[in-house]
Antibody
Framework: EVQLLESGGDSVQPGGSLRLSCAAS????????MAWVRQAPGKGLEWVAV????????YYGDPVKGRFTISRDKSKNMLWLQMNSLRAEDAAIYYC??????????????WGQGTLVTVSS | DIQMTQSPSSLSASVGDRVTISCRAS??????LNWYQQKPGKAPKVLIY???NLQGGVPSRFSGGGSGTDFTLTISGLQPEDFATYYC?????????FGQGTKLEI
């Protein structure tokens, strides 16, 4: 059974940095594409970053380009999101998810429970 | 960038009703369109992928259609557990943009 467990959420000041972790079980993070998706309080879903199964392709949403970095470690079976130069608008619940590709589609299949990031002075 | 617009933003319905939620892409996305359901305090759950493919374990009362720029999610015979927020998402190229969501209320 695929399971994802995020951690690392915290309260940070504007301009600060934070690294989120996503521990995977039931599969290898190098075998599937992975993603981070966020949701500000009371708002909709926003995709943040995607890394392909082979790691050759990485994409970021416009609001986080140049500030956030997605990475993974096969040996630890972990996915990370390094967040720098944090802004108030980055405050959200951050979810990690698996990215499946099949039947002519690409979608976020399994999701973690999320970790909360607060950005405030 | 591709923009996704859902309509309506909110919808009131009753158990047993048939409801349809629409999603329009700002440019051609073929059938790279997914639908998710999210309940309060929970992570989203995929219902439909590639426009019309039902995810395993999802009841058959959920169906998706469309291609190109216009898509629909239909729920036939609403059940109490279906009252939630629904999001469409494009995955056409290198972006994975969500619609703003449709809140389905009793």
């Amino acid at each position: 059974e695929v399971q994802l467990l995020e951690s690392g959420g915290d309260s940070v000041q504007p301009g600060g940095s934070l690294r989120l972790s996503c521990a995977a079980s039931g599969f290898s993070v190098s075998d599937l594409g992975m993603a981070w998706v966020r949701q500000a309080p009371g708002k909709g879903l926003e995709w943040v970053a995607v890394i392909s199964a082979g790691g050759a392709s990485i994409y970021y949403g416009d609001p986080v380009k140049g500030r956030f970095t997605i990475s993974r470690d096969k040996s630890k079976n972990m996915l990370w999101l390094q967040m720098n130069s944090l802004r108030a608008e980055d405050a959200a619940i951050y979810y990690c998810a698996t990215l499946l590709i099949s039947a002519g589609g690409r979608w976020f299949d399994s999701w973690g429970q999320g970790t909360l990031v607060t950005v405030s002075s | 960038d591709i923009q996704m617009t859902q309509s309506p933003s909110s919808l009131s319905a009753s158990v047993g009703d048939r409801v349809t939620i629409s999603c329009r892409a700002s440019q051609y996305i073929s059938r790279y369109l997914n639908w998710y359901q999210q309940k309060p305090g929970k992570a989203p759950k995929v219902l439909i992928y590639a426009a019309s493919n039902l995810q395993g374990g999802v009841p058959s009362r959920f169906s998706g259609g469309g291609s190109g720029t216009d898509f629909t999610l239909t729920i036939s015979g609403l059940q109490p557990e279906d009252f939630a927020t629904y999001y469409c998402q494009e995955s056409y190229d290198t972006s994975y943009t969500f619609g703003q969501g449709t809140k389905l209320e009793i």
